[in-house]
């Protein structure tokens, strides 16, 4: 059985002002996906770094308010209904991966506007970049000791783990850390891989909803499911199951159609 670290939520204390570990991986994953997105502009013409720091900035808000949103109408709508200014109280916690997905995608509209970019040529760019905060979210859930998985089941399991949050003590599977390598860096490393040469627009964004639906899929067998949610349909699929079917089923179809429509938005097999 491994054992947890027990780290100190707070990062940094100066008098009043306190640091939580959590808010240095939400720096950490906008700085990360503020180089990578650096290095692919660089890599392509069309691309300028005032545009990319426009983008991070434009996406930073869709996630925190499209995630704060989110997470208040999947998870805690009775609290909503019951409290309506409960939704500005985000020093609570609460943020969901999906509701911030929607809100990058929302907010990216308006970037393009802006920069008069196609939707997909935005999303193709910037979606090899966000596994890496996925990556650093999920590392900010362990260290608050929340989201954690699962009871283990096998004695001789060697990942298990007790977290000092569970009330019941019980060995449980480090979920989080699960989620952070496969949600994160693996999905990073193909998504980087693919993108690396030239795809038919649509393709890039269509692997990143593909495959972290995908992998959010299976991630949640080992995640123990919200006390307040429980399984949602057939005993035993949970909120984060029924919310990345429809990534799955949609980035599938967009990976067919884009290779159908053999558009490139560069390389040497740039099409009009």
Known sequence: MLIYPNINP?????????????????????LCAWGLASYRAKQRTGWGSEMVSDLIFYGAL????????GYVLFY???????????????????????????????AMILWCRKYQKTWFQTMDFIAPCVPTGLMFGRIGNFIGGELYGREVTDPNYPFGMIFPTDPLHLVRHPSQIYQALCEGLLLFIILWWFS????????????????????????EFFREPDA???????????????LSLPMIIIGILLIFWAYKQKIYDWGNTQKT
């Open 10 to 30: 707070i990062a940094l204390e100066l008098g009043p002002l306190k640091v939580h570990w959590y808010g240095v991986m939400y720096l950490l994953a906008f």
């Open 62 to 69: 869709g996630v925190v308010i499209g995630g704060r949103i």
């Open 76 to 106: 805690e709508f009775d609290q909503f209904l019951a409290h309506p200014l409960w939704l500005f109280q985000v020093w609570t916690g609460g943020m969901s991966f999906h509701g911030g997905f929607i809100g990058v995608m929302l």
């Open 196 to 219: 690396s040469k030239p795809r038919p627009r649509m393709a890039v964004s269509a692997l990143f909803l593909a495959g972290y639906g995908v992998a959010r899929f299976v991630m």
């Open 228 to 242: 307040d949610q429980g399984y949602i349909l057939f005993g035993w699929m949970t909120k984060g199951q029924m």
